[in-house]
Nanobody, 124 residues
Framework: QVQLVESGGGLVQAGGSMRLSCAAS????????MGWFRQAPGKEREFVAA????????FYADSVKGRFTISRDNAKNTVYLQMRTLKSEDTAVYYC?????????????????WGQGTQVTVSS
């Protein structure tokens, strides 16, 4: 099993920045690609960003491209999501996920493990 714990969420003003972290523990050797998803109230969960095992490949949803940056530190078993120029529509619960394969998967079913989520609220 792999446990994922997100941190760094909170309240920020529109235009501001925030960095989310996701710490992995357990059988992390069984996971490769990592991703971030989010779910806003009344909406379905949506893909935000993904990063391959060594960080050489990243992929972003169009809605966050150019504003968000995903990165990882495998020595610390941690993945980050740097968010800049935040908008009210970025308000959501953000989830970290780990996949049992490499690449930059964008679909939820491609991920095997999920964190509990961290709330990000952007005030306008």
């Amino acid at each position: 099993q792999v446990q994922l714990v997100e941190s760094g969420g909170g309240l920020v003003q529109a235009g501001g920045s925030m960095r989310l972290s996701c710490a992995a523990s357990g059988r992390t050797s069984s996971t490769y690609a990592m991703g971030w998803f989010r779910q806003a109230p009344g909406k379905e969960r949506e893909f935000v960003a993904a990063i391959s095992w060594l960080g050489g490949s990243t992929f972003y949803a169009d809605s966050v491209k150019g504003r968000f940056t995903i990165s990882r530190d495998n020595a610390k078993n941690t993945v980050y999501l740097q968010m800049r120029t935040l908008k009210s529509e970025d308000t959501a619960v953000y989830y970290c996920a780990a996949a049992g394969r490499n690449g930059t998967p964008t679909l939820g079913y491609e991920y095997n493990y999920w964190g509990q989520g961290t709330q990000v609220t952007v005030s306008s």
